[in-house]
């Protein structure tokens, strides 16, 4: 059936679709960057063409499907149907299947050159692990399934937002602006280079021991092994396969004393995981709360190498609105420009993440966001509410887009994947 046409030229139709139908529609379509209704469209134009019967689909448990097509065009189907002796359902289904054949899942875009990404800050307490998990679980969700994206103009009205003192609708606790999207599907590897462990405690996975190989190791010269061998995956159905971890070892508190005995230290850590760059698409450190020759070695590592674009590796400073975060800030940018002017290297800010933001806690909050949206280089490219859900997976070790995937965290941190991507 269908309803009169709209303002747009076309008109509501209604009929039947399979449900494996239906999702594999909405997933294709929103990978082409295509509406539902335009992919419709160009089915039931390529079956009304079609010269050739076409293999009957089981249209079992199809149930009630709308979509808006041109005017007339519909009609048109009816027609062609009822000549051809086929259902409108049965004709419906070979239409979209015959768009989807048509359409393959395009190939994830992965980079030229392994992107680096290094997470730091010089205060503990800001939940750098936090955001370097969530950002690689965000960027190995899967590509052929749609995940709730907050779109940036949500963010952009909530950064807005903090203008207002003490606004309710500046928190990023709040429903904003919602998108389906496909996964980016990413190869990623997280690299916990803080030797309090707290990304590996996280994820569920074990320190190494002090007695065998590990990545400080592997940076000072006294390999064990092959650095391969110490990855661990993430194994849930969200990442396929694609995120791992390189756990962390307590040996790292004696980092900064071994480096001190190697020869072009800044380079330690490249140096170390190099071997795996042809294995990830995307490499996350998440840093220590420290400004020695670790950080050094991290800054070093997320420099922009040859034939790289800017913006594609470098530092993303987490952030809370408060105070003590823009002293910690002066701190990292001092010691990360420092570097880059003493060993003539380009290392390019990702942006800023404020995280474990609530506009509830007043002028404090509040005026501190905006001090952070103000610096506009680097900006603020994520908003992370302070929500029970981070916990809650913190709690229980799993990841939290696998834990907790609707939530106002999950979207965001998947906001923040598309901002940095």
């Known amino acids: 059936m269908s309803s009169p046409a709209t303002s747009s030229g076309r008109e509501k139709v209604v009929s039947k679709l399979p449900g494996r139908l239906r999702q594999s529609l909405k997933v294709r379509a929103a990978e082409h960057g295509i509406e539902i209704q335009t992919a419709v469209e160009q089915g039931i134009g390529n079956w009304c063409r079609l010269g050739s019967t076409v293999t009957t689909i089981d249209t079992s448990g199809a149930d009630s499907f709308s979509t808006f097509l041109p005017v007339g065009q519909w009609e048109e189907f009816r027609q062609i149907a009822a000549d051809r002796r086929v259902s409108l359902t049965q004709g419906l289904a070979q239409s979209v299947q015959l768009w989807l054949d048509a359409n393959p899942a395009p190939d994830v875009e992965r980079p030229e050159i392994t992107r680096r990404i290094i997470v730091c800050n010089q205060k503990g307490g800001v939940g750098k692990?936090?955001?370097?998990?969530?950002?690689?679980?965000?960027?190995?969700?899967?590509?052929?399934?749609?995940?709730?994206?907050?779109?940036?103009?949500?963010?952009?009205?909530?950064?807005?937002?903090?203008?207002?003192?003490?606004?309710?609708?500046?928190?990023?606790?709040?429903?904003?602006?919602?998108?389906?999207?496909?996964?980016?599907?990413?190869?990623?590897?997280?690299v916990d280079f803080d030797p309090q462990c707290h990304l590996t405690n996280q994820l569920g996975a074990t320190p190494l021991p002090m007695n065998g190989d590990s990545l400080t190791n592997h940076m000072a010269g006294d390999a064990k092994g092959d650095l391969r061998?110490?990855?661990?995956?993430?194994?849930?159905?969200?990442?396929?396969?694609?995120?791992?971890?390189?756990?962390?070892?307590?040996?790292?508190?004696?980092?900064?004393?071994?480096?001190?005995?190697?020869?072009?230290?800044?380079?330690?850590?490249?140096r170390a995981l190099a071997p795996?760059?042809?294995?990830?698409?995307?490499?996350?450190?998440?840093?220590?709360?420290?400004?020695?020759?670790?950080?050094?070695?991290?800054?070093?590592?997320?420099?922009?190498?040859?034939?790289?674009?800017?913006?594609?590796?470098?530092?993303?400073?987490?952030?809370?609105?408060?105070?003590?975060?823009?002293?910690?800030?002066?701190?990292l940018t001092t010691q990360i420009d420092d570097l880059r002017g003493?060993?003539?290297?380009?290392?390019?800010?990702?942006?800023?993440?404020?995280?474990?933001?609530?506009?509830?806690?007043?002028?404090?909050?509040?005026?501190?966001?905006?001090?952070?949206?103000?610096?506009?280089?680097?900006?603020?490219?994520?908003?992370?509410?302070?929500?029970k859900e981070q916990k809650e997976a913190v709690r229980v070790k799993q990841p939290l887009l696998s834990y907790a995937p609707k939530s106002q965290q999950a979207v965001g941190m998947r906001a923040l994947a598309r901002e940095v991507l």
Not at 146 to 160: E, F, G, I, Q, S
């Open 229 to 270: 061998d110490l990855i661990v995956s993430i194994d849930d159905d969200a990442f396929g396969g694609r995120l791992h971890l390189l756990p962390a070892c307590h040996d790292a508190f004696l980092l900064d004393v071994r480096l001190s005995a190697v020869r072009a230290r800044e380079a330690a850590l490249e």
């Open 342 to 387: 003493d060993l003539q290297i380009d290392i390019d800010y990702l942006g800023i993440v404020v995280n474990l933001y609530d506009s509830r806690r007043g002028y404090i909050a509040t005026s501190s966001l905006q001090g952070w949206v103000d610096i506009k280089d680097p900006r603020v490219v994520g908003l992370i509410g302070d929500l």
């Open 129 to 190: 692990t936090a955001i370097t998990a969530g950002l690689g679980e965000a960027l190995a969700e899967n590509p052929h399934a749609l995940h709730p994206v907050r779109v940036a103009k949500a963010l952009t009205k909530a950064l807005r937002a903090s203008d207002a003192q003490g606004s309710e609708a500046a928190s990023a606790d709040d429903p904003l602006d919602i998108e389906n999207l496909p996964g980016p599907g990413l190869r990623v590897l997280l």
């Open 276 to 331: 795996l760059d042809d294995d990830y698409d995307v490499i996350i450190v998440d840093c220590p709360p420290s400004l020695g020759l670790s950080m050094d070695a991290a800054a070093y590592y997320g420099r922009r190498r040859n034939g790289e674009k800017p913006g594609q590796s470098g530092a993303l400073i987490v952030v809370q609105a408060e105070d003590s975060s823009a002293d910690a800030y002066e701190l």
